[in-house]
C-alpha cells in the first residue's frame, strides 16, 4: 500500500503564497485519485482540491477557487496556494484513492472511506 508525505507548509501573511506537495514514500501513486484537504482547529476536515489519475479532472473548493492550483507529475501532486487569507490556515492532508472516484466527490464525502490513504499532514498558517 503507498504512503504519502505531505511537505511544503509554513508560516506567511496575507497575499503570500505557499506550494505544497504530496509524495509517495513507498509505492507510486500513479493509481490514485489524490485530494488535499485541510482541518482548521476545532472545525471538521474539509475538501480544498482533489485530481484524477490523469489529471484530466480537477476540482476546487468554492473558497479556494482561483488562487490555488492542484497538480500532479509521475509521482509528485502539488498544490500551488497563492494570495493566501488567514482563513486558509489549518493542516493539510493529501488523501488517496485507489481507482476512478470522481475527483467532485472525493474532496465532497468519499474521503471518509474506511480505505482513504492518509499522510501525517503540513501546517499553514496564514497571519500577520
Known amino acids: 500500500q503507498v504512503q504519502l508525505v505531505e511537505s511544503g507548509g509554513g508560516s506567511v501573511r496575507p497575499g503570500e503564497s505557499l506550494r505544497l506537495s504530496c509524495e509517495a514514500s513507498?509505492?507510486?501513486?500513479?493509481?490514485?485519485?489524490i485530494g488535499w484537504f485541510r482541518q482548521a482547529p476545532g472545525k471538521e476536515r474539509v475538501g480544498v482540491s482533489c485530481i484524477s489519475i490523469t489529471a484530466g479532472a480537477k476540482y476546487y473548493a468554492d473558497s479556494v477557487k482561483g488562487r490555488f492550483t492542484i497538480s500532479r507529475d509521475k509521482d509528485t501532486v502539488s498544490l500551488q496556494m497563492d494570495s493566501l487569507k488567514p482563513e486558509d490556515t489549518g493542516v493539510y492532508y493529501c488523501a488517496a484513492q485507489v481507482g476512478h472516484t470522481a475527483v467532485q466527490n472525493m474532496c465532497a464525502h468519499t474521503f471518509r472511506r474506511a480505505d482513504t490513504i492518509w499522510g501525517q499532514g503540513t501546517q499553514a498558517t496564514v497571519s500577520t
Open positions: 513507498e509505492g507510486t501513486l500513479r493509481q490514485y485519485v
